[in-house]
């Protein structure tokens, strides 16, 4: 069983962490229905070209956030198949365990907090692109 968030997940958190990749998956598909229905809804032929601008700026960022979430299914689906591998909750770089409390916060991470953290540390330095 893991002890204090660190170790091999147990079955009961695998499944919680499941039903918050699940449910997340799920809003995010909702929220793109609506997208698709509240662009098709205001496609009208506004006249004044400052409404018009608005309207085409409000529907640009809405677009940015949906894409962002496009990117975020992707990375709940992988999160999702390494679950049947047996391989979810492994570091991608050292192979030790990603800490439960991590993988609530972050379910669809891929890499432990000190794997992460030397990561960022090498991101802050001069010349790192």
Do not use: W
């Amino acid at each position: 069983m893991a002890q204090g968030g660190t170790g091999k997940l147990t079955q009961e958190q695998l499944q919680a962490l499941r039903v918050l990749l699940l449910q997340r998956r799920s809003e995010i598909l909702a929220e793109a229905t609506r997208t698709v229905g509240g662009l098709n809804a205001t496609k009208d032929n506004t006249p004044d070209p400052t409404d018009r601008a608005s309207i085409e700026a409000d529907h640009i960022a809405l677009l940015r956030v949906r894409d962002r979430e496009r990117k975020l299914l992707t990375k709940i689906d992988e999160a999702l198949a390494r679950m049947e591998s047996g391989h979810y909750g492994e570091c991608e770089l050292c192979g030790g365990p990603i800490g439960f409390e991590r993988l609530k916060v972050r379910p669809v991470t891929t890499l432990c907090i000190h794997c992460k953290s030397e990561q960022e540390v090498l991101e802050r330095r001069p010349g790192h692109s």
